[in-house]
């Protein structure tokens, strides 16, 4: 079973400013299986990035996904009081499982 | 639109047992496998098992297995997900959701179930 490890577990940043979020993998990942998600509070999650790099439809092009093999990467390049969520990445195997890290809050500091 | 829409909140008592539902719209819902997802009070998601509606063709995750069983009736475009004896652990959100067909990613989800069991 394919873990995945996301830093930092909460990440405190200002509107405006640049946030850089990670999910490592115990084992490569075929970057087409790699999608990240957004939760906040009281809704379900919504698809960001899928692909690795692809844009979900309707997400802003702030939100920007990169990485390949164990070690990938969420940025939004200047955050809006919107973005502060709670963020998931997730992987999809090669037996139908699905994995999900165990999230990163972005908090407003 | 294509939207999921779960079944309302449940209140049960341990041991009791309980079916709920994701009815899929505006899509073929036999074509795409639907998943289900746990989040427990204040934690992250976890991945239950997902099935194909077409044939009912279902994985479970190892942590599930077992414990819930994942059913479909393609004909009202409806997957279930259901305990035969609940335990208070069981308390959590449940979010079913559509597997895109390219990339596999979680793409469409529904708005979740809230199921509590307590005594």
């Known amino acids: 079973e394919i873990v995945l490890t996301q830093s930092p577990g909460t990440l405190s940043l200002s509107p405006g400013e640049r946030a850089t979020l990670s999910c490592r993998a115990s084992?490569?990942?075929?970057?087409?299986?790699l999608a990240w998600y957004q939760q906040k509070p009281g809704q379900a999650p919504r698809l960001l990035i899928y692909g690795a790099s692809s844009r979900a439809t309707g997400i802003p092009d702030r939100f920007s996904g990169s990485g390949s093999g164990t070690d990938f990467t969420l940025t939004i390049s200047r955050l809006e009081p919107e973005d502060f969520a709670v963020y998931y990445c997730q992987q999809y195997g090669s037996s139908k499982e699905i994995t999900f890290g165990q999230g990163t809050r972005l908090e407003i500091k | 639109e294509v939207q999921l829409v779960q079944s309302g909140a449940e209140v049960k008592k341990p041991g009791e047992s309980l079916k709920i539902s994701c009815q899929g719209s505006g899509y073929s819902f036999a074509s795409y496998w639907l998943g289900w997802v746990r989040q427990m009070p204040g934690k992250g998601l976890e991945w239950m098992g997902i099935?194909?509606?077409?044939?009912?063709?279902?994985k479970y995750s190892p942590s599930f297995q077992g414990q819930v069983t994942i059913s479909a009736d393609k004909s009202i475009n409806t997957a279930y997900l259901q305990w035969s004896s609940l335990k208070a652990s069981d308390t959590a959100m449940y979010y079913c959701?559509?597997?895109?067909?390219?990339?596999?990613?979680?793409?469409?989800w529904g708005q979740g179930t809230t199921v509590t069991v307590s005594s």
């Open positions: 099935i194909y509606p077409g044939d009912s063709d279902t």
């Open positions: 959701a559509r597997r895109a067909t390219y990339y596999y990613a979680l793409d469409v």
């Open positions: 084992q490569s990942v075929t970057s087409t299986y």
